[in-house]
């Protein structure tokens, strides 16, 4: 959380911008989406999940200006306009977590970089087991 909170524009050379089966949905590279990302993910707070009903996911890569990659799950669940981050680290088929986070304004900044898709779509309902 301490880097997303410490981010400036100038330290990130691109986001990678996924769906969550993985498709890429962007490249990010413009100075200007840069600097909304980080002054989006310096807004970012404490949150501890306790089994969310999520409804959508997005993979980020984070790309920083001195080499490092860092990566986050972003989620969003409904009627509710708020980005909730995993942190992560993906190594082939494995996934490790290692915090958590949410912010309003990164909602804000997802929304203008998937103009042509909805955040809040309403969760499929689980079957029942009859």
């Known amino acids: ?8 524009g100038t330290n990130i ?5 996924s769906d969550d ?5 962007g490249f990010i590279t413009a100075p200007v989406a840069l600097d909304a990302f980080a002054r989006a993910a310096n807004t970012v707070e404490p949150y501890s999940p306790n089994h969310p ?10 790309y920083l200006a001195d080499g490092q990659k860092r990566e986050f799950e972003f989620h969003t669940m409904p009627s509710d306009q708020t ?5 992560v680290k993906r190594t082939g088929a ?4 290692y915090g958590n986070c949410k912010s309003a304004a990164l909602f804000d ?14 969760a499929t309902a689980p079957s029942s087991c009859d």
């Open 83 to 87: 980005i909730y981050v995993d942190c």
């Open 94 to 97: 494995w996934t490790g977590y």
């Open 13 to 17: 050379t691109r986001i990678v911008l």
């Open 109 to 122: 900044w997802l929304k203008a970089q998937t103009p042509n898709k909805s955040l809040q779509a309403t």
């Open 53 to 62: 009903g999520y409804t959508r996911g997005y993979f980020i890569e984070l």
């Open 1 to 8: 959380m301490a880097l997303l909170q410490s981010l400036h």
């Open 21 to 25: 089966k993985g498709s890429v949905l």
